[in-house]
């Protein structure tokens, strides 16, 4: 995923391209795209201000039909820095929290978004059955919050703006959803819970639908990530490169004043997706917590506070 | 050649027909959240949260649309 601080290094590519092929005019919005769509692409370099650094590479695994291919790419390397911020800076503040009665600081901001998740996304979809259910729920807000941030600082990249990394993110939530709901309700319920409570001559058609929507939820989770933090990332490169398609100074104050409006934005939705993934599987394993027919679900997801 | 150039076309099409749907989505739905909020100001916290909600699962849709005209786009 490009960030405006790699844009730098796309844009002095975009100039070289331009140069190679300053005959054909014609070509230069070609090129422009299709440099911006490789800076968003997954690599296997890390790019940094002294140049570029390989990552290592593995031969493809080959099991059964299918060769898997574990080398670290870009988007890996971001990933466990990702996670490695997340370990460090929350575990500094909770040592700090537990040492003084009062959070300040670094305490006192991951406090306020623990206490939030708590109160604002738990609480009102799960109830208190929710709370032990937090850690995965904090985990996911604060690891999704920093893998997008990421994608914001000069040479970064942003993991989640990677279709598999969010594919992997929906698939935890898959598995916490349905473990809750099987937890809450118990087996029995739940496959009960899979016929939807019509009666039985519609059950052939009532079960695959029941069934499929299992899954479009945590699809939706997937697609919204990824498209959410991949558009962000597009708008900038093409405001950015608009410059080289006209190539003049005049026309680059608009595409600079404009870009710098977007990173502002994207600055919101980077936390507003963290808190939309968050808040989604939330509720749907609270939908899935409660009752047994959709009668009583709909009538109780209009009254969330009361359980 | 020919078919590349109407793939572009199409996936231009599609991009402005997908944010015209979800543009228009969105704006229902943030004019009702207003209205409610300006009714019952004592709501708007709830009422701006499950704003929030519904916009994400619209935008959701649309960004399916949008995939696919990337997916045809750079093909």
Not at chain 1, 184 to 200: F, I, K, N, P, S
Request: aromatic letters at 8%; one cysteine or more.
């Amino acid at each position: 995923m490009t960030s405006p601080g790699d844009t730098l290094v796309a844009v002095h590519a975009t100039a070289d391209s331009l140069q190679g092929s300053g005959a054909h005019g014609g070509e230069a919005g070609g090129n422009v795209f299709g440099e911006l769509l490789h800076h968003l692409e997954d690599g296997n370099a890390l790019e940094t201000p002294f140049g570029h650094i390989s990552l290592p590479q593995f031969v493809p695994v080959q099991i059964g039909g299918l060769s898997i291919d574990m080398s670290i790419t870009k988007h890996v390397a971001f990933l466990w820095i990702a996670a490695a911020i997340v370990l460090v800076v929350v575990t500094v503040a909770v040592r700090r929290n537990a040492r003084r009665d009062v959070p300040t600081g670094l305490g006192n901001l991951v406090e306020t978004l623990a206490v939030f998740i708590r109160d604002q996304i738990v609480l009102p979809n799960l109830g208190t059955r929710g709370i032990a259910y937090m850690p995965y729920f904090l985990t996911t807000f604060f690891f999704i919050l920093t893998a997008n941030l990421l994608g914001l600082i000069p040479y970064g990249a942003s993991a989640t703006g990677n279709v598999s990394v969010t594919a992997g993110l929906a698939a935890v939530a898959f598995v916490m959803i349905q473990a809750g709901a099987i937890r809450a309700q118990g087996l029995g319920h739940y496959l009960a819970h899979l016929t939807g409570g019509v009666h039985w001559a519609l059950w052939p058609i009532m079960i695959p639908i029941e069934i499929l929507s299992l899954f479009t939820k945590p699809f939706a989770l997937c697609i919204r990530l990824f498209a959410n933090m991949t558009a962000g990332h597009v708008v900038i490169l093409s405001l950015i490169g608009l410059i080289f398609i006209f190539r003049s100074y005049l026309i680059a104050v608009a595409p600079v004043v404009f870009s710098l409006g977007i990173y502002l934005l994207e600055l919101f939705v980077v936390v507003l997706q963290a808190y939309i993934f968050t808040v989604l599987t939330a509720m749907f394993m609270g939908l899935g917590m409660q009752s047994e027919g959709h009668e009583e679900r709909t009538h109780d997801s209009d009254h969330p506070h009361h359980q | 050649m020919e078919s590349v150039g109407l793939g572009y076309l199409a996936a231009g099409i599609g991009a402005a027909l997908a944010v015209i749907g979800g543009g228009l989505g969105i704006g229902k739905l943030a004019a009702a959240a207003m209205e409610a909020s300006g009714r019952q100001p004592e709501v708007a916290g709830q009422v701006r949260t499950s704003m929030i909600i519904a916009a994400a699962l619209i935008e959701g849709v649309t960004f399916f649309a949008l995939a696919i005209c990337i997916i045809l786009a750079t093909k």
